[in-house]
């Protein structure tokens, strides 16, 4: 890998870059300058997206997912295994002896006995944090309570930096459930790592909390928020959706209103910028018109590709075996 | 594998076999010439069962289960690792994004990212096909609906021929649940390739669709319909059961008298031809007597060491690596 | 193997031990030389903890587990892994033809053509028993019913030996649900293979059933029963602690006062003697005070550890692979 480096612009303006054997939690544990070397790897790994190595090989990644999701975990897995190693794991806790009441504290005792990485899912806040103080291994956050999916994060920068060119300059419009929807948490964080404006559109009671938007001035990250897809949709080179979910809604009616106002369809599109790139982290119910799938805009199943290489990307550097790729 | 048909008789007549990369969604799929390669190529895997090769190192299979099914899916896992691939996926949708109202368009939109072939278990009919549609891979359908389900009738034929020498000039039976057992569907779609006789028994509510015997009739296989193993067990040189589901029936009352009358026992096998063989696609609840499973005619528990032979076959075949064997 | 059995004591007393392709269903399946040489080849396991070997390069496991356990189903799963195999199953009865009424007969009589080896966790009591019956696959009993979990008495008296330098003469206590706990059957009956004195602490409905205590009799193991901790507090070599459920109570305040009198606390580890070890085959409730985890008696995170070094040590012996370690 760091011959391939050569090549590049070097990103470490002098300082050597190490990620073997740390823990990635939040999208911020990284510098802007590791994230760029993540993406320069990245960029490396397409060539492995069908064409497995084995720099991984002998290595094993426990997989534990106490809330059920298969896109993160099967671009995890499938990562693991591209790259030779192998993982064990459960899909959802009913399966695990947390239904017998054990704690994760318990549960990371016992499995750092039996893997080489963590990669948790948890829907408690901090879980993984937990997770890393007690164990020596590293530990992966998969998405923890309603605040961090980090790993998504990385995903989504990619694209954007990959489709665009790169990431410096862009408006960036954020549209949904940005209360309790960890991945915009997680992405405006690390966006705030470079040159962007941010866009937040949402009901009034799906808002941006207000922590984070203090955060993200500290962070010198330019905020508007606004209520209606069509305020930004000029001016957007990023329109990054989120799924809305009933249940947050006391009200059925407010839901069904909210659900057509946030919807995303070809005949909106028509006023966007020629290159603004549509993302989504999936699943979708129906806040994007299937119709917008062959629309030139759309990038979100492109994601999902990219979700696999910057995890190989993340694992490869975790394990620190990229200079074997 | 090329090498080895030299020993063999040439089974395409001249024209080459192509099986890569191509879908395997019906029974029909495959040519007379094809299936007979796919059997010949099973034959030879025989020698693997217990002992994996390397043919398909670093290549991944997506094991998609929207409905639980241990043997199907089993096989398929094992055949892909013996031959030295690897699996990701789902036993059942409860784990899966489908729980959160995913469509099945999406979820291939994103496992084709993360893997060389897509075996798909789904309810919907039609599925397999929506699936292929969507993706290049090749995918693999391992049972879609009431109607399909491919691999099940290429393992049932390859276990008639191999127990029987071959498949032409047999009389089959089918026993029990023919309008919602989608094994007995391909079956029958596979065996009008060869010159034998269909004899269908079942209760008159479980009849075979009109639709499916007329397509067998175009295909010009002979079909005769009965209401008792015993009008058949004398003359069937395969007598194929299947599992009845009290769901069917809306009297309880019906189902007990269906299940008694559709019970294979030892006492009624002793009218059979010697050389008859009773196949079942299992699992089987209470419509074979556990005392059949010493009876020479027995042969369903040799069907699952069968399925994983063929399913071996068909990967090999559509991964292109026969040559290699 | 044997080649580093030459700088040990000879484990065998001039009798060639042979594991290959036996089952494994109950701890007295093995004689003391024969746990001896195990034991050793955990010893030398313990260096591929987290570095794979290729000795099972090409087996397949099954694991089927009809009752959800993490702990058991993943170290056995990365035990097959770290040795160069591979693994297929299922993690509960839901996601299995168990569900469809399927027999476990016929599971097994399907799944024995897929693999190698069939580890096997069931709820009736000689379910492994009966499994190995049926198929010439060796079969590994991971916990069946309410009397057997012989990998789990592996790992204790593994741990005992390797904590304690030896088994003979300790006096090891168990505490807690001695009725329905199979973890503790298993380990008193490996147990009366040494020279060790046993302290049953328990409630007075849940004490060792009367049957065990007359074969531990006759395989002349001493037996002592108690009612509460502190009285083998000042003795024991060993603290073994169970967890005791609720649902065995009919009445809540009963289980409310056991509850709190079975507690391990570190003040009640102050009487201890200074090399006493607490062990726990988890996952634990609220039976141990978390405090005691950093206190210097306990071990139970240890046990994980161990455990999948003696399942590694198993699964090598039981494919004869040990000479190539």
Redesign the interface.
Known sequence: MRRFLADSQPATHGLPLDFKDRDFLDITDFSRDELEHLFLVSDHMTRY?????ETL????M?SLFFE????TR??F??AM??L?G?A?????P?????????TL???I???E????VIVLRHPAEGSAKIAAQITDLPVINAGSGALSHPSQALLDMYTIRREHGSIDGLKVAMVGDLKYGRTVHSLAYGLSLYKVKLMLVSPETLRMRPEILEDLDQRNLPVEQFSRIEEVLSEADVLYMTRIQKERFPDPLEFEQVRSVYKLTPELLESAKKDMIVLHP????DEID?RV?EDPHSRY?KQ??Y??ITRMALLSLIFGVEEKV
């Open positions: 997206l069908h064409n497995s190595i090989h002998g290595k094993l426990a059920p999701s298969t896109r099967l671009s897995e499938a295994k591209r030779g192998d064990i794991g459960f899909a959802d009913a399966g695990s002896s947390y239904s017998k009441g054990e504290v318990d549960t005792h016992m499995v006995n039996y893997v080489d999936l699943p979708r119910i299937p799938d199943f999902a590709q979700g696999i």
